[in-house]
């Protein structure tokens, strides 16, 4: 039917308008906030739980197995072994929230906020470099494959967007690697320049794990912004836009943008997200000495510290990008701004 | 009157199995998936070599008649080992999302219908345990526990969960203000009856679509850890292990460099494709409806 | 009539379409025509209604006239020509200075014009930016002006909002406010007032009666709904399947239809004033162009063996005026005949022994830390046989008190009583047959039907719980009696929901309700998503099982209307208490309550047409 038939009567609902039924905005991003609180506590509570308490001796990891029993109670003294769990926890945890995560345990006697920091200042930096490959990509994707849905051009690009999307990371960044790093041959296929090299050396080694961040990126970040450029581009204000003589170029800009800045700034925050927490493969496929490859390692020494710092700093930032993802999408709709939602 | 056939199970068959294969990208993904299973089946039988001995050809040596892929770096014959590198690809992921499933679906289903202080207490759970990053939890429970089989399903169950929990809660919760469910209740049928003739036909397609880009995030996740040397561990064989072990032989060897990435390449995209193809179908059958 | 041929001779058509035939092109790159070979012209200062049912090309045929492009969209053959330019020839930058400027486009529900996320000011501001030299300062004082002509009270504050700030009815002026900026010398609206409670669509019809005053423009107004088409239009077009079959002076196809279809619309079109029942056409539309015979032989109940040979064409058979239909001339006084409604209703009065007894009801709805009350204070009784319609606008409540009494949502105080016996609030709690005579039809059958379970079992689940004397095996022909009870044929027993059209699903989801042989029915809005042809249909079906089982009917509508021809008496529902209830009679013809006298006045009628032929100036009406 090409003529679908509008039912001339809407469904009775609940009067959302009436005072109390909507959260102010502050009020929703102080509760989103307060779960980002929650969902950390319960992160660092696994961490510990798994890390300190699971029948794991921390000392015989620490000071191998030619040691003597004096030395034992005396580290675990230090380490403050002896106490209760939950005395135990709350120390850590005070511990941990002022950024001072002991000592690694396999870097003899190094401080793992001194191991942390320069990476994450790296990996900071990389995922920013991805995230400006990635957007204007994906804009340009997203809404070219708004524009002609379902065309030529938007078959094409979903097919690829599709097979893309689904390749493990680590396929993707051995792709770029082998075709860039080695078979072209122009960039380093190596990034552990990036702490020592020139400064050239440097900005070389951060190309190719950038590009492959935002080729894992790309897919769904220009499939989210094609779903809502679609969604504004089929809306009756759209076509009553063009039929007010509205050029297609005013069109994007005055009425489609707006429109989607919300879920931009959604699909940014969540972007970067992904990416602080995703890049554990990348970092090691190229072996950049950001905080993801210092995880693995981590993990496969068994320097539960180091993994500790890791986990919560990425998860840290994870939540916290959620949050200001979902603020942002608050915060670009006038309707949810002013509202509530 | 006219004589109306009766669904029969047979016709129910042949009915999804026209779902899935609507689009020739469904075709496609059933003809990849079907190869792979093909392999991890019959593979091992047909392995010309122990996967795991070493030296049973010289290191690094490219394609010959007695090494249809050539050896590895330890002299091992990629052949074998790619026939017998695939199973875990696929079966430790499928037995931990059906785990994942069997738990998610229980929790989100139960809170979805029965609602009240238990709904609530649920969602409260499920709202604190969402953001949480799949790797982080792998790190933590890897470096601790070692990254044996179970403990990769285990992980990849207790992520998953929560994440279907919360699909299934929202569905049924969806479901039971529709009209259809409401009239169900007003004639007074049981809460089984409701249940299981109602709400569970209407959910079972999209959860199955779920189901299938579940197992391909577990695939994929999976394949990363071991890729990362935090799962299986050598001298086993198993595709994603084998790339990272054999990516140094791309240049003398791309053949048999390739082959593992191939194949787990051929199965990802192969479940996606089926996936998307029945899901464009659902879409098409509920825009018309 | 004479004003109107004085000004066609005065003033050429602005706009001519000719010979118009438009198609969709489908998946497989197969084209569709929707619209076969149409016609039409409109003279500055006349509006043309076109009418017809869902699925016969209006919609197309509105876009079409402004020569709107989309890729699926395909121009067949003709032309549209504005003041002798051809649109559909236009190359788009052409047409964008037609669209907006001289051209204007209304879509269904006015207010989906306006951008959500954009301040009404600057929407205001666009057309006038893209169409004229105005300064700002004189756009300015431009919007103010014609703001004030929607009765809006403009201000600064009021522009730099947001449309979502103003109340339905504001957002509804503006819209059209909007459209009517750059005074079009041609007006499309495709039924703007779909969607919209009554009480708001008297104002937006209030409004473009204002912003046309002393206007030159011409109006080609689309919309299902005749009695809107008459209290509008001077011309009418019915369209059906894709053709235009009849067109002529409002007045007289109102007053006397020459096609045998605009005659079946009008007499399955209830009146407000006019309590007798109305007459469905059976079968539907084609849903394609038919070119070999009359495309609405199939339903016609004057056609002969010369309608099925040929295809008829459109003839005139008075001064501007034409149909298509080979007997025309013959059938006029049988068509006069056809409109004559049959059959008075069997009123019977409240006195009947009570069946259901509602008293002190209240229904709340708790989101967040808010109580919403749904239904204050309900009482009535509903007697053997009776048949009571509830009447009141979206959020009255009264699809709430409905569910209370099925049992789907408890009441938070009150009583109810059935057949003297105390009926429980919740479902769960009742006794078989008060499940059994008590059955409640939704207002959406396309929510109401399971999606993955055939008709046949939709059928069978209530023969199953209420008829335990019907053995399994005889389920299967007791449901296909049910579908032929409903005037369905058995061979849709097979047939899954999403294969039904709306009319089909509908019937349905009534005979799941017959198969119980309740005492009492249910229905929430039960016609009101449907075209007039099946809601007429639906209602006959209603009224006869009434009839012929004595079951009492509570009708939920929000349609007045609909409740006169179905109602032996009306309880009005205004914010979830009855603020008036009486004989259907009384009510229409001595209302007390004030909203009832809203209610009222909000219908529009037939007759605020007719007075046109008193010879008041157009300007007035119009």
Known sequence: MPEPSKPYFYPERADVDSPGYRRSFLRFIAQRAALGIATLWVVSLVTFITTNLAGIDLAEAALGVRVTPEQLTIFRKQQGADQTPVKRYWVWLKNVSTGDWGLSLVGRGQRVSDLVKPRIGRTFVLALFALTLALPLALFFGILGARNANGLADTILSAIILVVSTLPEFVVALAVLYLLGVWVGILPPNSNAVSYGTAKEQVEAYVLPALSLALVLVPYSSRMIRASAREVLASPYIRSALLRGVSESRLLARHVIPNILGPIANVVALSLAEILVGDVVIENVFGFPGLGQLAVSAVNTQDLAVVQATVIISASSFILLNVAADAAVVLLNPRLRRLGV | ?289 | MKPVESNKTMTPPILRVHNLSVGYSSASNKVTPVLHSVSLEVAPQSIVGIVGESGCGKSTFALATVGWRAPKLVYLGGKVDVDGFNLLAAKPSVLRRYWGGRLAYVPQEVSTALNPSRRLGAQLDEPLILHTRMSRATRKRWILDFLAKVHIEADDNLLSRYPFELSGGQQQRVALAMVMMCEPDILVLDEPTAGIDATTRVDVIAALRESLRGKKTAVIYISHDLTEIASIADQVVVMYAGEIVERGPAFSVFASPRHPYSAALLASTPSVRDARMVQGIPGRPPGRIITDRCSFAERCSFVRNACIEGSPSLLPVAPDYEVRCVRASEIEIDLRRFCERQGLQQHIRSENPPLLELSGLNCVYRSGGTVIHAVKDVSLVVGRGEKLSIVGESGSGKSTLLHAIAGLHPPSGGTMFFQGRRLPGWSRQRHVDQHRLVQLVFQNPGRSLNPRHTVARILESPIRLFRPDIPRADRYLTASALLEKVQLSPTLLGRFPYQLSGGEKQRVALARAFAANPKILLLDEVVSALDVSVQAAMLQLVHSYSFETGASVLFVTHDLAVARVISDRIAVLQKGQICEMADAETLFLRPTHPYTITLLNSVLSRNSREGCQDGPKRGELT
């Open chain 2, 1 to 289: 009157m006219v004589p109306i056939q009766r669904p029969t199970p047979f016709s129910i068959l042949l009915r999804v199995a026209r779902q899935f294969t609507a689009t020739i990208q469904g075709r496609i993904g059933f003809l990849l998936i079907g190869m792979n299973v093909v392999i991890f089946v019959v593979g091992p039988y047909l392995a010309p070599y122990d996967p795991i001995e070493t030296g049973v050809g010289p290191s690094a040596e490219a394609p010959s008649p007695s090494h249809l892929l050539g050896t590895d770096t330890l002299g091992r014959d990629i052949l074998s080992r790619f026939l017998h590198g695939g199973a875990t690809i696929l079966f430790v992921p499928l037995a931990a999302v059906t785990l994942a499933f069997l738990i998610g679906g229980a929790l989100g289903m139960a809170s979805g219908y029965i609602g009240g202080l238990f709904g609530n207490l649920v969602a409260r759970l499920l709202d604190v345990t969402l953001p949480i990053p799949p790797l982080l939890v792998a790190l933590v429970v890897i470096a601790r526990f070692g990254g044996q089989l179970w403990v990769m399903v285990a992980i990849v169950a207790a992520v998953y969960a929560p994440r279907i929990a919360r699909i299934l809660r929202a569905a049924v919760q969806n479901l039971t203000t529709m009209e259809y469910v409401l009239a169900a209740e007003a004639r007074g049928e049981s809460q089984t009856a409701i249940i299981f003739g109602e709400i569970i036909p209407n959910i079972l397609a999209p959860l199955l679509v779920e189901y299938g880009m579940r197992l391909n995030f577990a695939v994929s996740f999976i394949s990363s850890l071991n890729f990362l040397g935090l799962g299986v561990q050598p001298p086993s064989s198993n595709w994603a292990l084998m790339v990272s072990e054999s990516t140094t032989l791309i240049p003398t060897n791309p053949a048999g460099a390739l082959a593992p990435m191939l194949g787990l390449t051929s199965l990802v995209v192969g479940i996606n494709f089926l996936m998307d193809s029945l899901t464009q179908y659902l879409s098409d059958e509920t825009s018309r409806v």
